[in-house]
C-alpha cells in the first residue's frame, strides 16, 4: 500500500517568488492536512481538507493556501515567499471519521522548502 | 494553544524506562502521539479519545487524563529503535473536524 508521496523533496527559490507542494494521500484517505515543521517552532497545523473543503486553518497569513481536487490529493501554494518561509512542510492523510475514530495521521516526507 | 510537553530531552540506557508528559491548558477531546526519527516524517503512535481507555503495544503505552488535559507516554524497557523525538497532538474537538496542535517534542536518547 503507497503511502503519503509528495513533490518534490528539495526546493530552493527566491524571496518574492512563489511555490506550490503537491501531496498525493494514501489512497481511501479524504483527509489531508498540512503542516510546517522548523526548529524553532516545530509542527504548525496550516490547514486541512475533506472531499475538497478546507475544514480548519492555522494562524498562518494569506499567503499560504491550499486545495483539494476530487481524486483527494492536495496542493498548498505560498505566494510572496519570505526568509521565514524556509522549512520542512509535511502533509498527512487520515480516514479519520466517526466510524474510524482510533486511526491517526500519516505523514508524508516532506518538502523541505529553502527561501534565499 | 500549544500543549506542553516534558521533559523536552532525556538520554536513558537500553533497557531503561521512560515517560513523557503532555498537558493542555485547555479541555481535551483527544490526544495523538507520534514518534519522528530524525530526518523522516512522524509516524503514528496511537490515540487516547475523552472516554476511552489506556492505549498500549508491545512496550509503549499512553493514558488520558481528562479532569487535568494531561497525557503521558510510557515506555518500559526501552530499545536502540525508541530514539527520536516524540511529540503529542491535541484536538479540542471531536473527530472529522479536528486541528491538531502540536506540543514541541520531547527527544530521547537511547544508548546501549
Known amino acids: 500500500k503507497a503511502g503519503v508521496t509528495q513533490t518534490p523533496r528539495y526546493l530552493i527559490k527566491t524571496r518574492g517568488q512563489q511555490v506550490t507542494l503537491s501531496c498525493s494521500p494514501i489512497?481511501?484517505?479524504?483527509?489531508v492536512s498540512w503542516y510546517q515543521q522548523t526548529p524553532g517552532q516545530g509542527l504548525q497545523f496550516l490547514f486541512e481538507y475533506f472531499s475538497e473543503t478546507q475544514r480548519n486553518k492555522g494562524n498562518f497569513p494569506g499567503r499560504f493556501s491550499g486545495r483539494q481536487f476530487s481524486n483527494s490529493r492536495s496542493e498548498m501554494n505560498v505566494s510572496t515567499l519570505e526568509l521565514g518561509d524556509s522549512a520542512l512542510y509535511l502533509c498527512?492523510?487520515?480516514?479519520?471519521?466517526?466510524?474510524?475514530?482510533?486511526?491517526?495521521?500519516?505523514f508524508g516526507s516532506g518538502t523541505r522548502l529553502t527561501v534565499v | 494553544q500549544q500543549p506542553v510537553q516534558s521533559p523536552q530531552a532525556v538520554i536513558l540506557r537500553e533497557g531503561e524506562d521512560a515517560v513523557i508528559n503532555c498537558s493542555s491548558s485547555k479541555a481535551l477531546y483527544s490526544v495523538h502521539w507520534y514518534r519522528q526519527k530524525h530526518g523522516e516524517a512522524p509516524v503514528f503512535l496511537m490515540i487516547?479519545?475523552?472516554?476511552?481507555e489506556q492505549k498500549g503495544h508491545d512496550k509503549i503505552s499512553a493514558s488520558f487524563n481528562e479532569k487535568k488535559q494531561q497525557s503521558s507516554l510510557y515506555l518500559t524497557a526501552s530499545q536502540l529503535s525508541y530514539s527520536g523525538t516524540y511529540f503529542c497532538g491535541t484536538a479540542l474537538i471531536n473527530f472529522g473536524n479536528e486541528k491538531l496542535t502540536f506540543g514541541t517534542g520531547t527527544r530521547l536518547t537511547i544508548i546501549p
Open positions: 498527512a492523510s487520515s480516514p479519520r471519521d466517526s466510524r474510524r475514530a482510533n486511526y491517526g495521521y500519516t
Open positions: 489512497s481511501g484517505h479524504r483527509s
Open positions: 487516547l479519545l475523552k472516554g476511552g
